[in-house]
T-cell receptor
C-alpha cells in the first residue's frame, strides 16, 4: 500500500520569504504525486502534479515541487510567500487500486502554512 | 465552466438517522469519487464510481453506500449515523477510468454534523 508522510504539521514564515513544505512517500509503483491546497471551509484545489515526466514540476501561484526518487521525497517550494498562501497543504499519492482499476488518492495529514506580515 | 458542485453545503442530523449527499461532476467527467475528511486530518477515500459502476471502495462500513446516475451525478448515502460520521464529505470528479496520473477535481464539500 502506498503512503505519504508530511514532515511538518505547521510551518510559519514571513511574507516575502521562501516556503518549504516537506513530503516523503512510500510506493511500490512508479508513483503519481500531487499537491493540493485547502483554504478554510473550502474544497481542495490542485496545485501541481508529477507523472514521471520532468522531475521539477511547476504549478499554479508560483509553487513548484521536485521529485527525488532516491530520497522518496516530493517537497513543495515557493520563492516568496504571499499572505494569500495561508492555507492547509496536502501531499497526495495516487494508488491505482487493484479493484477494476479505480484510482484512490492517499493523502498526507496536511501542513498548515501561516504567513506572518 | 462550472466546477464540481455538492449539496447541501451544511447538514445537521442526529444519531441513528440517515443522510443523502449529492454531487454533480464537471461537465464531461465520467468518474466520481467520495472522500471523508475528519477535522484536522487528510481526506480518506470512500468510493469511486465510473460509468455507473463501483470501481473502488475504501475501508468504510456497509452503512456507507453510493450510486452514480446516467448523467454521471452521484449520491452518497449513510445509514444509522454515528457521532464519528461528523466530517466534511468531499466529492471529486475526473475525466475517465482510474488512470493514476489523472488529477481529481474537488467540490467544496458537505459539512455533516451529528448531534
Amino acid at each position: 500500500a502506498q503512503s505519504v508522510t508530511q514532515l511538518d504539521s505547521h510551518v510559519s514564515v514571513s511574507e516575502g520569504t521562501p516556503v518549504l513544505l516537506r513530503c516523503n512517500y512510500s510506493s511500490s509503483y512508479s508513483p503519481s504525486l500531487f499537491w493540493y491546497v485547502q483554504h478554510p471551509n473550502k474544497g481542495l484545489q490542485l496545485l501541481l502534479k508529477y507523472t514521471s515526466a520532468a522531475t521539477l514540476v511547476k504549478g499554479i501561484n508560483g509553487f513548484e515541487a521536485e521529485f527525488k526518487k532516491s530520497e522518496t521525497s516530493f517537497h513543495l517550494t515557493k520563492p516568496s510567500a504571499h499572505m494569500s498562501d495561508a492555507a492547509e497543504y496536502f501531499c497526495v499519492v495516487s494508488d491505482p487500486s487493484d479493484f477494476q482499476g479505480a484510482q484512490k488518492l492517499v493523502f498526507g495529514q496536511g501542513t498548515r502554512l501561516t504567513i506572518n506580515p | 465552466d462550472a466546477g464540481v458542485t455538492q449539496s447541501p453545503t451544511h447538514l445537521i442530523k442526529t444519531r441513528g438517522q440517515h443522510v443523502t449527499l449529492r454531487c454533480s461532476p464537471i461537465s464531461g467527467h465520467k468518474s466520481v469519487s467520495w472522500y471523508q475528511q475528519v477535522l484536522g486530518q487528510g481526506p480518506q477515500f470512500i468510493f469511486q464510481y465510473y460509468e455507473k459502476e463501483e470501481r473502488g471502495r475504501g475501508n468504510f462500513p456497509d452503512r456507507f453506500s453510493a450510486r452514480q446516475f446516467p448523467n454521471y451525478s452521484s449520491e452518497l448515502n449513510v445509514n444509522a449515523l454515528l457521532l464519528g460520521d461528523s466530517a466534511l464529505y468531499l466529492c471529486a470528479s475526473s475525466t475517465g477510468r482510474g488512470r493514476a496520473n489523472q488529477p481529481q477535481h474537488f467540490g467544496d464539500g458537505t459539512r455533516l454534523s451529528i448531534l
